[in-house]
């Protein structure tokens, strides 16, 4: 399976992921500014308040908390520059989901100076 395969199946498995969360999906914005700083794979809504942004990473062995720390840093800054604006009404929570071969999906909230693992799902 090429890479754009892999990426195709894991953004499919990710969305069914986010819906077993208990979020609605919605379509990234593609036209904003932020999105040109802060490209987002999925958004998931939870009510009228609570968003999940997501961005989508396929690693290429297993996966641990220094592993994601250095191999998403880039995102996980990003992550945090959007979570130090303010976002209004909006609790806004920002996840790095890492896929190492497998098929298993790793979930890693972006808080202001760590990550933390919350789920790990297998396929």
């Known amino acids: 399976m090429t890479s754009h395969e892999s990426f195709h199946s894991l953004k499919n ?4 992921l986010l819906v077993s969360r208990g979020y609605v999906p ?4 593609t036209d904003n500014e932020l999105s040109h700083s802060i490209p ?8 009228d308040y609570e968003a999940l942004c997501v961005r989508l990473r396929l ?3 297993s996966v641990s908390i ?3 720390e250095s191999f998403c840093r880039f995102d ?9 604006r303010s976002p209004g009404n909006m609790f806004l ?8 071969p497998g098929h298993a999906i790793h979930c ?14 297998a396929r």
């Open 40 to 47: 987002l794979h999925l958004i998931g809504l939870k009510g």
């Open 13 to 16: 498995r990710s969305a069914k």
């Open 76 to 84: 996980i800054c990003q992550f945090r520059s959007l979570l130090s």
């Open 108 to 121: 890693y909230e972006v808080l202001s100076h760590t990550i933390r693992e919350v789920a790990a799902y």
């Open 66 to 68: 220094p592993y994601v």
């Open 59 to 61: 690693a290429r062995g």
């Open 26 to 29: 919605v379509q990234p914005v």
């Open 93 to 100: 929570r920002c996840e790095v989901w890492v896929s190492p």
